[in-house]
């Protein structure tokens, strides 16, 4: 089990998004290169639709054809935008929303906040190039799939990333760290989840939105430990493999500490699952703690130096095995895999 020379450490946890990926841990020593992500694949040119601009900057005068405009190009995520997200009233008669969107666009420090988003964001083609590459992979080993479009907007901090029909949308207030430090910690956010909120964070979230979106439905229909930490896994090796050159630490949130933790203890984190007879546990309060985001892992026996979410650490880390062990498997036949027993099986991940 873990060892026990630890220090205490007084701090609390929420939950919030983990991203957990490695190459290697503890004394298992086997490295993975991700072979799929050295396929070399065309650009697929991604140009994202700048949704949050064409609304704070719309012609109030002419305001209901500006909306209609805007609801004609967006579709759906025009009328969630302003029910869902923005939480407007919706009324038969009127919609467009014209009359709560009028009130929108005449609240200060929404107009305030669209002029400080659109000053860090007027150049957004560094996202549109490392998007261009994800996709070109994704088109290749997806060519079946509907290459989604990306469109940004701002929420006042609410959302990050939401997932619209074929559209993945960015909350791009929300990646703004270094203007907003202070905001954010007003609200009571915690320092672990601040630290992510940057700009290196909107790539990497928004291909974990498009295979969380790949793979939701088998974590309904499977319940157990096993099923819920192997999708965290092929989530996790899906944004590797569509982004081939963003760091570990990025794609997985965690520190270069926390990253070493896992890899140190790798033997420990299976032996812990393995002795509470977690893999095949089915009840969410009982394993939820190992894939939640937070400052450590908060479960019985896992000390508080440790990472977070290290179910999905090791998740991704059977993944891994699998993937190298069975290299005929293709990116698409992993996400739809859903024999997550066969998975562990083949992957043969015994660490020790």
Known sequence: MFSKNFGNIAIWALICIAFIISSCGGCNKTQFNHPRAAIEAPLYPVKMQRFDKELFEADTAHLTESLHALSNKYGVFYTSYANDIMR?????????????????????????????????????????????????????????AVVPKFTTFISEFGNGNVIYDSMLCIGLDFYMNQRFGDFYRSLDMPEF??????????????????????????????????????????????????????????????????????????IDIWTHFIDKNMLYESE????????????????????????PAIGAWAGWQIVNHYMAQNPKVTLHELMNETDFEKILKLSKYRPK
């Open 88 to 144: 407007m009233p919706f009324m038969p008669e009127d919609s467009l929303f014209v009359r709560p969107m009028r009130m929108l666009l005449g609240i200060e420090r929404l107009q305030e906040l669209h002029q400080i988003v659109d000053s860090n964001f007027k150049d957004v083609s560094d996202l549109e190039q490392d998007l261009s590459v994800a996709m070109g992979i994704y088109h290749q080993e997806f060519p079946q």
């Open 193 to 266: 989840m601040i630290a992510k909120m940057q700009r290196n964070y909107i790539v990497p979230n928004t291909i974990k939105s498009l295979a969380i979106g790949l793979t939701d439905y088998q974590t309904t229909k499977d319940k157990r430990f096993l099923a819920q930490m192997i999708v965290e896994g092929k989530i996790r090796y899906f944004m590797k493999a569509l982004l081939p050159n963003v760091a570990d630490t990025i794609v997985m949130g965690y520190t270069n500490a926390q990253l070493d933790w896992c890899q140190q203890h790798e």
């Open 284 to 307: 969410p309060g009982k394993f939820m703690r190992y894939l939640n985001d937070g400052p450590f892992t908060v479960a019985e026996d896992v000390p508080k130096e440790s990472s």
